[in-house]
């Protein structure tokens, strides 16, 4: 029988040699290459890239042949990439579509197989489940031309993703002014594609680049994860510290999310950071434009989409639906609870690089460290709090669904529920205009429990009672 592989909210991921294997990354190649030309792209050009994780140069590679089997021009990068200047990469090359090996802030033993759109952009759902249907069976047909007789075909060809990233980056952003601030900035690419960006861009002025974890190591030593999370964060932190840094610049391991440590060592949990990119575009800047969130962030947006007269448009979590609604709606910004945003005149696509220069420019802006820009944005629109529990969960899934919906709490850490939303999860919906859900991972077998509330003292009361609705307390 087929092992069947299945693609979560951002591609597939597994478990390296035990279901990702060569085998199956070349089945989800073939499906698709079968999918592209369903499209009606057949012999068109498609973007391969790749992170550092452990052999993953050589999936990028397997990927290569059979795209090039299939009558594609492959164009692979030439060294580890960050996944936002491979989805930019799709647009500067005239591609039709990407390929991208990565797992992104899974543990060390996993890695991915991640797909793009023509905008660089996550494919959506329906896209997602087509491919899936394409993906050949074991042993089924799988179309492959070795590298070297595609080279000379000219079907694969590698390139340096680098120069026309960094020229949109510049185009986006005053570098120039953030160089010449006299910062001093520790950056953390947790071992991953964004190690050496910032260090670059930023070299030659007054501000000081203060890199760690830079270099390639698969295990990922210091943290559970490369996810921009506590406590794989916690050295970083330290290390701003003891630098008596402004700011920690933190990306996951193929660096198209963002983390953010204030200059007392303390992060930044990630909603807060979507809340200050906004206010930045809206009240730095002076755009206005539409913002799209998952519904497992802030609602800090919606009060910032009165104040501003901006329209606020919630999705389910994953780019894949993100993605989509900010090209339907032209919109400004767009961002989930993860730490991965993206903006106008960019792809529709996270992207921690780009990100992290935004949030340096905020604190040149306006003259002001994360502390106080945080303290900024509450009088705008009050405090929040929020804080997040990751559950590794065995049995029946549906089961679990079945009790969480017969749980029907009337409060949650002493505080009403006013609604339930089932859009992607189970969202209950607060008095003070916070929210708790409970979802299941579409990648690993992990419940999450998520709660952001006005109520500082409430936070830990409205998860352990979320734990308890979910059945994992």
Request: aromatic share 8%.
């Amino acid at each position: 029988m087929s092992s069947v592989i299945r693609f979560g909210t951002d591609g597939w991921r597994g478990r390296i040699a035990e279901d990702y294997t060569f085998e199956n990354v070349r089945r989800c190649a073939q499906g698709f290459a079968q999918y592209l030309s369903g499209l009606g792209y057949a012999g068109e050009p498609v973007v391969v890239g790749y992170d550092r994780r452990f052999q993953s140069e050589f999936f990028a590679a397997a990927v290569a042949e059979v795209l090039a089997g299939n009558g594609f021009k492959v164009h692979l990068v030439d060294k580890a990439t960050p996944t936002p200047a491979i989805s930019f990469s799709i647009i500067a090359k005239g591609a039709i579509a990407g390929v991208n090996i990565t797992a992104s802030h899974n543990p060390s033993t996993d890695n991915g197989f991640k797909v793009r759109n023509e905008y660089g952009g996550a494919i959506p759902p329906d896209g997602l489940r087509e491919i899936e249907a394409r993906i050949p069976g074991d042993g089924g047909e799988i179309k492959r031309l070795p590298t070297e007789a595609a080279r000379e075909r000219g079907l694969i060809e590698t390139f340096d993703a680098a120069p026309a990233y960094a020229a949109q980056l510049h185009d986006l952003v005053d570098v120039e002014k953030i160089k010449a601030a006299g910062l001093q900035v520790v950056v953390e690419p947790m071992w991953g594609n964004g190690a050496g960006w910032l260090s670059r861009l930023l070299a030659g002025g007054k501000t000081q680049v203060h890199e760690i974890h830079s270099e390639r190591n698969p295990l990922f030593p210091e943290m559970l994860r490369p996810e921009p999370i506590p406590p794989n964060v916690d050295v970083g932190l330290d290390q701003v510290r003891k630098q008596g840094a402004d700011v920690l610049i933190i990306t996951d391991g193929d660096a198209d999310r963002l983390g953010v440590g204030d200059e007392n060592g303390r992060f930044i949990d990630q909603l807060r950071v979507f809340g200050l990119l906004a206010y930045y575009f809206l009240e730095v800047l002076g755009r206005r434009g539409p913002i799209v969130k998952t519904l497992s962030t802030t609602t800090m947006l919606n009060k910032l989409g009165k104040l501003y007269d901006v329209p606020v448009y919630e999705t389910g979590v994953g780019f894949k639906y993100v993605a989509p609604k900010m090209l339907e709606t032209h919109a400004m910004i767009g961002g989930e609870e993860s730490g991965g945003y993206a903006f106008h005149g960019h792809v529709p696509e996270r992207d921690g690089i780009l990100a992290g220069l935004y949030f340096l420019d905020m604190m040149v802006s306006l003259g002001k460290r994360p502390s106080a820009l945080i303290d900024m944005l509450f009088a705008k629109v009050g405090a929040h709090y929020y804080d997040r529990v990751d559950t590794r969960f065995e049995g029946n899934r549906q089961a679990r669904q079945e009790k969480i919906l017969k749980a029907n709490p009337q409060t949650l850490g002493g505080l009403k529920v006013t609604g339930l939303d089932t859009m992607d999860g189970y969202k209950f919906n607060l008095e003070d205009g916070g929210w708790m859900l409970i979802r299941f991972s579409g990648t690993e077998p992990i419940i999450r429990v998520y709660a952001e509330t006005t109520h500082a003292d409430r936070v830990q009361a409205i998860l352990a009672d979320g734990l308890r609705v979910a059945g994992l307390n």
